[in-house]
């Protein structure tokens, strides 16, 4: 079981930043790939960015390619989501999700373990 936990939300004007990280509560966190979803009201949740165990492979929608930056520190047990460049739209809840296959993904359905999500707000 891999409990995680999400910080760094809040609320901030478009064209401001901020940086989530996600605590993972087990020390074989470093052989997860994982993974950044978001869910708007009245919306599917959607993909947002993943990373590989080692961080050498990452992934990000179209929507936040260039603006935002998934990073690992598997020494301290987190990873982070750096978001530069925010817009109204990215507005939504963020979750951070780990895997227990050998791979990134952008499919939700193949996260095992999900922490509660941190609320992003961005103001026009």
């Known amino acids: 079981q891999v409990q995680l936990e999400e910080s760094g939300g809040g609320l901030v004007q478009a064209g401001g930043s901020l940086r989530l990280s996600c605590a993972a509560s087990?020390?074989?966190?470093?052989?997860?790939?994982m993974g950044w979803f978001r869910q708007a009201p009245g919306k599917e949740r959607e993909f947002v960015a993943a990373?590989?165990?080692?961080?050498?492979?990452?992934y990000y929608a179209d929507s936040v390619k260039g603006r935002f930056t998934v990073s690992r520190d598997n020494a301290k047990n987190t990873v982070s989501l750096q978001m530069n460049s925010l817009k109204p739209e990215d507005t939504a809840v963020y979750y951070c999700?780990?895997?227990?296959?050998?791979?990134?993904?952008?499919?939700?359905?193949?996260?095992?373990?999900w922490g509660q999500g941190t609320q992003v707000t961005v103001s026009s």
């Open positions: 999700a780990a895997r227990k296959g050998t791979g990134a993904t952008t499919m939700s359905a193949q996260y095992d373990y």
């Open positions: 087990r020390r074989t966190f470093s052989a997860f790939p």
């Open positions: 990373i590989s165990w080692s961080g050498g492979t990452t």
